[in-house]
């Protein structure tokens, strides 16, 4: 996890200068945003330096607390956004009270199926009734991943540690299909409210056009 560390510390506003204008990731967030109250509490897990979801959640007057593994990503997102910001792996944080909205946006990619299971669970349980748990993901769709590939699980619902190039280099993600996805935030005992599927050209020579998909899920009220 220090190489990990490392990376996203070195990226910092190269990775928020590629992806910050992304239309699909912004309508999610904007859609999150009407599902919440003035004030809400809510959690943004990996949330780098904070654009764009930490500070449109900001914007709109929710109380904000962020966690990043990346000291760099952190200090830009506690000099620029009004909020709370931790500098912690999502895989050991341990949520105080309850959140009205957890954001897992892209924070999941290098973590182990075991790993982010724990941690989701562990999040999902700490929503309060009508709260909502978003996720943005690369999903795992046949022509990304070869069906025949070792990084599948059994029921062929997601990959886990299959390498996948980001920002020009390899990358051991875990990734689901777009319906394992779906099925897993059930699996949770949420609802799924809103899904968007789309291709995004991040604003980068070292980054390739990536299919995303969206997800909103809400625990029951």
């Known amino acids: 996890m ?3 560390k490392d990376m996203w510390d070195g990226l910092n506003i190269e990775y ?15 859609k999150a945003i009407t599902l919440l109250q003035p004030g809400a509490r809510v959690l943004d897990v990996g949330c780098g330096t904070g654009i764009p979801v930490a ?3 900001a914007d709109a007057g929710m109380d904000v607390e962020g966690t990043d593994v990346a000291p760099n990503m952190v200090k830009l997102a506690q000099s620029r956004i009004k909020g709370t910001f931790h500098v912690t792996d999502m895989v050991d944080y ?5 959140y009205a909205g957890v954001f897992i946006i892209y924070s999941q990619l290098g973590l182990s199926y075991t790993a982010f299971n724990a941690t989701a669970r562990r999040l999902a349980q ?19 991943v070869p069906a025949n590939a070792p990084e599948w699980d059994e029921t062929k619902s997601y990959v886990s540690g299959f390498n996948l190039p980001f920002m020009g280099e390899p990358f051991a993600t875990l990734m689901f299909t777009r319906e394992g996805q779906k099925g897993y935030l059930r699996s949770l005992g949420l609802d799924i409210v809103y899904e968007t599927v789309d291709v995004f ?3 980068s020579a070292k980054a390739h056009a990536e299919t ?6 809400q625990r029951p009220s």
Do not use: H, R, W
């Open 201 to 203: 050209q991040p604003q």
């Open 55 to 57: 500070k449109m959640l």
């Open 126 to 144: 700490a929503l309060e009734p009508g709260g909502v748990m978003v996720i943005g993901q690369s999903p795992a769709d046949p022509g990304k």
């Open 2 to 4: 220090e190489d990990e």
């Open 16 to 30: 928020e200068n590629a992806y910050q204008d992304n239309p699909f990731k912004k309508a999610c967030i904007a």
């Open 212 to 217: 995303q998909q969206y997800v909103i899920a």
């Open 94 to 98: 341990k949520p105080e009270g309850t």
